[in-house]
């Protein structure tokens, strides 16, 4: 996430380069000692390094409330697998191990270097380092990874990651994927050229500013054909890093232990400290501030925040294991345009001034736990995030403005209010309460909201179907989003981009498609400058908030534990503000 320079220009020479900006940053991010306590200091992983070390050795535990989406590279989509597959799993490119908007920065990981960009920015060609080796010890090959990535195509067998790879390297949808390739060596996806094991050339039909982005999700990872097991894969992925995994039971959780014929020569990025890694996997969000708390995890894997009782003990009791982050998410309230009365502009800004933002926040867990109040969709990382605020939110300090939110009223033809329907998943219990505080707060100004529950896990089912919101007149939905990487694209184009309006599987809830904001999308990617694209992200998120199709109220902040025993932890924000899980170490 930005404001940066041009992440293409940068390079990290090696390890030593990593460990030294650690040690350096922890020494200079000193903390006051009355919040010192156990750790290394309250918010000292978002100022630097918490416990900057190189010592090896231990077991790093981590705690979950909800199981892997997939430990398949290709599969997942889960912010919290991103992070963790770092230890298992390698791309040609990286985020730098670095911490808060540095970590932004694009450097090489199974490549010599960042790509070599030519033919107008149609043409990315890699060279593979010497030693990089699979968890057998055979060498990691350009055709290995170009199979991982055909994978994706796969979408029968290979379902749930992102998508970005398939659109921009086969955007007419005609290669069918390794499982149904007759090609002689599975290899047919003709975007990608291995002319030998260590060159790799991408030829994209249209110039893509991210592309660099994508190949550094793990759907840019290599997988061995000889040991891919289709949708089973997941089970028992193949390492290229520093560990492997030695067993996963869904719904229980998982082991990790070192892959003895990684080398750290051949890898600048993982310093591969502990000896083992485990995933224990424990619903009750309480029960799992209780175990943290008391020593028995290190780090809470999906980094959501510690619940209301849990972050009142740990702020009172252990202000130094605590670090108050801010993360890349925004929490927002989305309108279903094609659903009556929010066809009409005036109706949902009447939303927008109705709205107490305040009491939103208040739900949510304040300012320090919650956030900053949101005017803009765009997350204030990203290149091209402002402070623009047409309906004077903050100004008004977060209150609602019922003079105009009555006259937008009358503008939409409802003097008197309307009836309306909002969806919350009853598994996100702020979410609930953040529906039920806005439902307050309309009510006020004549619009009644109706509060319906769903499930998360069939949340997909219903947000995600167009037609399934018509049906069942659900007009209002209240979410967040994090970007997929530190981009206007990366975080806006699925939410609002007309062409990505999906039947199923649907994340541009609105269903906006407006001409401008699509042209200054084509615009944008057309941009390897970051700062040039960002004024076209800018652009983009002040049209959102004029059309009010979406309706931002809070950058997220949590209060996240980190334990005594962890080293090296510090917040990243290519990783949405989480730790950078492999970087971390632990005391024995």
Not at 26 to 49: P, R
Not at 138 to 152: A, C, L, N
Not at 552 to 567: D, H, M, V
Request: proline fraction near 6%; charge should be positive.
């Amino acid at each position: 996430m930005k404001p940066l320079r041009s992440s293409r220009s940068r390079r990290i020479a090696g390890a030593a380069v990593v460990v030294g900006a650690l040690m350096a940053t922890a020494a200079c991010g000193g903390n006051k000692d009355d919040d010192k306590s156990e750790g290394a200091g309250f918010n000292a992983a978002t100022k630097g390094i918490a416990n900057a070390s190189t010592k090896t050795g231990g077991t790093l535990k981590f705690i979950n409330k909800q199981d892997f989406d997939s430990l398949d590279p290709q599969r997942q989509y889960y912010g919290f697998a991103w992070d963790f597959s770092r230890f298992y799993a390698r791309q040609l490119i990286t985020y730098a191990p670095k911490p808060g908007k540095a970590s932004n920065e694009l450097v090489p990981d199974l490549a010599t270097s960042n790509a070599k960009i030519t033919d107008g920015g149609k043409t990315y060609t890699y060279t593979l380092r010497d030693g990089i080796t699979w968890e057998d010890g055979s060498p990691i090959t350009s055709q290995d990874v170009k199979y991982g990535i055909e994978r994706i195509w796969a979408k029968d067998l290979i379902s749930g990651g992102p998508a970005y790879l398939r659109q921009v390297l086969d955007p007419d949808g005609k290669y069918k994927g390794p499982y149904k390739d007759k090609s002689k060596d599975k290899l047919g996806l003709k975007a990608i050229e291995t002319p030998d094991a260590k060159t790799i050339i991408f030829r994209l039909p249209k110039p893509n500013g991210d592309f660099e982005q994508m190949l550094a999700m793990p759907t840019g990872s290599p997988v061995k054909a000889s040991k891919d097991k289709g949708a089973q894969y997941t089970n028992q992925p193949f390492s290229s890093g520093p560990y492997k995994v030695q067993s996963y039971k869904p719904g229980k959780g998982a082991v990790l232990v070192r892959n003895d014929k990684w080398k750290k020569a051949s890898d600048p990025i993982r310093p591969a400290l502990p000896d083992k890694i485990t995933v224990t996997l424990n619903s009750n969000l309480d029960a799992v501030d209780e175990l943290l708390i008391k020593g028995d995890y290190d780090v809470f894997l999906s980094a959501t925040g510690m619940g209301q009782a849990g972050r009142s003990e740990a702020l009172k009791q252990h202000k130094g294991n605590v670090d108050n982050i801010e993360t890349s998410f925004v929490r927002y309230v989305d309108f279903a345009t094609k659903v009556k009365p929010f066809d009409n502009v005036h109706c949902r800004k009447a939303v927008f001034y109705g709205t107490d933002y305040t009491s939103l926040q208040t739900i949510r867990g304040g300012p320090q736990a919650a956030g900053d109040i949101a005017t803009t969709m765009l997350p204030k990382s990203i290149e091209g995030a402002d402070d623009y605020d047409p309906y004077g939110i903050l100004a008004r300090k977060g209150k609602p403005d019922a003079a105009k939110a009555k006259d937008e009223l009358k503008q939409c033809g409802k003097p008197g209010g309307f009836s309306a329907n909002i969806v919350a998943r009853n598994d996100q219990p702020n979410e609930v309460k953040a529906a039920e505080a806005l439902q307050e707060a309309l009510g006020k100004v004549g619009i009644k909201l109706q509060v319906e529950n769903i499930d998360g896990a069939s949340s997909a089912s219903i947000t995600g179907s167009p037609s399934v919101m018509k049906k069942r007149n659900l007009g209002l939905s209240m979410t967040g989003w994090g970007p997929d990487f530190p981009t206007g694209q990366g975080f806006e184009q699925p939410l609002i981009d007309g062409r990505f309006i999906q039947q199923t599987g649907n994340y541009n809830v609105s269903e906006t498609n407006d001409p401008t904001i699509n042209g200054l999308f084509d615009k944008a990617l057309k941009e390897t400058d970051p700062a040039k694209a960002g004024e076209s992200y800018k652009e983009i998120n002040h049209k959102i908030v004029d059309l009010a199709v979406q309706m931002p109220f809070l950058y997220e902040k949590n209060i996240t534990w980190r334990s005594s025993r962890l080293t090296n932890a510090f917040s990243s924000a290519a990783y949405n503000g989480r730790y950078d899980y492999s970087q971390l170490g632990v005391v024995k």
